[in-house]
Antibody, heavy 121, light 110 residues
């Protein structure tokens, strides 16, 4: 059974750093496109970042240069390192398993339950 | 402002049919597959439609998807109160090198 379990969220001051984890089971993160998607309170879904099977990474402009996506194949875990956090980064962060078609992301078929990040002083 | 445009809300009575539109451009919907996800209140998103019109296992055939040019549509027939949720379209944007979501549509079953 495919499962994604996020952790690492919490309350952090502006300018601080946080690392989110997404433990996967039932499949290998290295064999799939993996992504982070966030949802600010009362708002819609916002794509954050993706890592391809080959290791290429892409980011939303809103987080480029501040967030880093990575994976640990030995732990079958996806990460999101978040630096220089701002109030507008406050959101539930979901990890999602992606599929691809001709090397481009195609859809997200499994989602975790999310972890809440609150950036506030 | 989302790259993909959806109506903020739609509503219909139980048993009726509703459609939700998703408008984009040639760099996203026009040249890539569209997927739809459903987010029930307080829960994580769930894949509803992929590759424009395919349903994952377990999704009833009351849900359908279509695409024409730079627009896509989600259709739901035989509406049930349990269908009340937010619905999001999404696809890859080849110009932005980003995944893009629509702003979401809140479905109310009156």
């Amino acid at each position: 059974e495919v499962q994604l379990v996020e952790s690492g969220g919490g309350l952090i001051q502006p300018g601080g750093s946080l690392r989110l984890s997404c433990a996967a089971s039932g499949f290998t993160v290295s064999g799939n496109y993996m992504s982070w998607v966030r949802q600010a309170p009362g708002k819609g879904l916002e794509w954050v970042s993706i890592i391809y099977t080959g290791g290429s990474t892409y980011y939303a402009d809103s987080v480029k240069g501040r967030f880093t996506i990575s994976r640990d194949n030995s732990k079958n875990t996806l990460y999101l390192q978040m630096n220089s956090l701002r109030a507008e980064d406050t959101a539930i962060y979901y990890c999602a398993r992606g599929t691809y078609y001709y090397h481009l992301p195609n859809y997200f078929d499994y989602w975790g339950q999310g972890t809440l990040v609150t950036v506030s002083s | 402002q989302s790259v993909l445009t959806q109506p903020p809300s739609v509503s219909a009575a139980p048993g009726q049919k509703v459609t939700i539109s998703c408008s984009g451009s040639s760099s996203n919907i026009g040249n890539n597959y569209v997927s739809w996800c459903q987010q029930l209140p307080g829960t994580a998103p769930k894949l509803l439609i992929y590759d424009n019109n395919k349903r994952p296992s377990g999704i009833p055939d009351r849900f359908s998807g279509s695409k024409s040019g730079t627009s896509a549509t989600l259709g739901i027939t035989g509406l049930q109160t349990g269908d009340e949720a937010d619905y999001y379209c999404g696809t890859w944007d080849s110009s932005l090198n980003s995944w893009v979501f629509g702003g979401g549509t809140k479905l109310t079953v009156l």
